[in-house]
Nanobody
């Protein structure tokens, strides 16, 4: 059974930091492209960051988070991270972990973790 379990969300003041984690099980983690998406109230789900399979040498980010967020992976721990710095109220959303196996049309989603940025 495949599971992606997010953790690390919570309430933080503007300018603060959080680190999200996503622990994967039931898959060969290293061959999956991993990503973080978010969905704010009343808005569509959007890609935040994505990291390539293997060593994770390639990453890409939404323009709105470039320079503030960093995605990384630890294949030994089957975990992908999202370090979020200088958080803004507009970063408030449910953040979802996503994994896809390139070329196979296979994807999995976590249940999400809520990040609230507010003073």
């Amino acid at each position: 059974q495949v599971q992606l379990v997010e953790s690390g969300g919570g309430l933080v003041q503007p300018g603060g930091s959080l680190r999200l984690s996503c622990a994967a099980s039931g898959i060969i983690f290293s061959i999956y492209v991993m990503g973080w998406y978010r969905q704010a109230p009343g808005k569509q789900r959007e890609l935040v960051a994505r990291i390539s399979s293997g060593s994770g040498a390639n990453t890409n980010y939404a323009d709105s988070v470039k320079g503030r967020f960093t995605i990384s992976r630890d294949n030994a721990k089957n975990t992908v991270y999202l370090q979020m710095n200088n958080l803004k109220p507009e970063d408030t959303a449910v953040y979802y972990c996503h994994g896809t196996k390139p070329g196979y049309g296979i994807e999995y989603w976590g249940k999400g973790t809520l990040v609230t940025v507010s003073s």
